[in-house]
């Protein structure tokens, strides 16, 4: 079921947030090409990265000779789809900017991919992920490390939800709408306001009512023992995301301590429940808890590393990973299209 079949992305983009949104327009069904420049000219993904090896094509294009712009802007009059990720301006001043290309494709959906947006006082400013979570709010609500500093991020959230996702839906929308009416469409997506979308119950709740949360002030970042993470006896960890009641006195009873479940949001108890959480937790390994308590509506889920995610039972029988293989460094396997209504 290839719902994006029959549609052609030009992508001008070598990483970040856009070439997260072309992979994913790539597993959705859609045909990707990538635009790149004379060999080092610019910086290029790694051979394992944005899913290489399954379907997208390249070519080169010296964009800033006449010949190669007119090669370029001859691509365009059959792409459904031009994706960019230069500094607001930059596309414009090559000669590939909307309007250049919608003057010999009307029909194309054209989106700019930058940290900040086109336009605005942060515009021109450079980035990369830390940054756009930085000013989305995302760190300031973060865990802390032992500096009182907000911890890093062990995943880059900006580029391949802020910013790749958000592209990606952003561009199907726009299909869509062209279906509808014959228009093409002018996306302009900043990775940052991205962010922002994720965060917005924080940043609505502080709206609405002035409360603003950090780190371990509310429920969802780690004031309550019901909704934490805890080290086992083989010194691996546990999540615990026992939001409900019924799944809080659930986890009580299985852990031997139901007299606790009826303080779940007493802010009083919370050091004398997650005390007792620790003390019982590790008595068992972290697999042995998992096996346990999984089944038994408790809401919690082993801690992974990136090496057992890959070699997860629930994943695998998912189809989560495929085969994939590279001219020089032969075959292996990568994450694989897991968005619901792509391709596997």
């Not at 045909?31 to 997208?56: D, S």
């Not at 409360?211 to 371990?216: D, H, L, S």
Request: aromatic share 8%.
């Amino acid at each position: 079921m290839a719902l994006l079949g029959g549609v052609s992305v030009l992508d001008l983009s070598t990483v970040g947030p856009a070439s997260r949104c072309t992979a994913a327009l790539r597993d959705l069904g859609a045909t990707v090409t990538k635009v790149l420049g004379p060999e080092g000219t610019q910086i290029e993904p790694p051979f394992f990265a944005y899913g290489a090896g399954r379907g997208m094509t390249s070519v080169r294009i010296d964009l800033k000779s006449e010949a190669g712009l007119r090669e370029f802007l001859e691509l365009c009059e059959t792409a459904d789809v031009v994706v960019e990720s230069y500094r607001p301006g930059v596309a414009a001043r090559l000669g590939i900017g909307y309007e250049a290309v919608r003057d010999v494709n009307p029909l194309v959906v054209y989106a700019s991919s930058s940290g900040y947006g086109q336009d605005g006082p942060y515009a021109q400013w450079a980035g990369h992920d830390l940054n756009y979570l930085a000013v989305g709010g995302f760190l300031g609500a973060q865990g802390r490390r032992a500096d009182g500093g907000p911890a890093i991020p062990g995943a880059t959230i900006a580029d391949g939800a802020g910013g790749g996702l958000h592209a990606s839906l952003s561009i199907c929308a726009a299909l869509f709408h062209r279906e509808r009416t014959g228009r093409g469409a002018y996306l302009d997506v900043s990775t940052t306001e991205g962010v922002l979308h994720l965060m917005a119950l924080f940043v609505d709740e502080y709206l609405a009512t002035g409360a603003e949360t950090g780190p371990g002030t509310s429920l969802l970042t780690g004031k309550y023992a019901c909704y934490d993470v805890y080290e086992c006896a083989d010194g691996k960890w546990l999540s615990v995301g026992a939001i409900e009641p019924a799944f809080f006195a659930n986890l009580c009873r299985a852990l031997g301590r139901a007299e606790l479940a009826e303080h779940q949001m007493d802010d009083d108890r919370q050091d004398e429940i997650r005390a007792a959480f620790r003390e019982v937790f590790m008595g068992k390994a972290r697999d042995e808890w998992v096996a346990e308590l999984a089944p038994a509506n408790t809401c919690v889920a082993p801690v992974f590393s990136i090496a057992e995610v890959t070699r997860d039972e629930h994943l695998a029988a998912r189809g989560a990973f495929v085969e994939t293989s590279h001219p020089e460094h032969g075959s292996f396997r990568q994450v694989g299209p897991v968005l619901a209504g792509s391709e596997r």
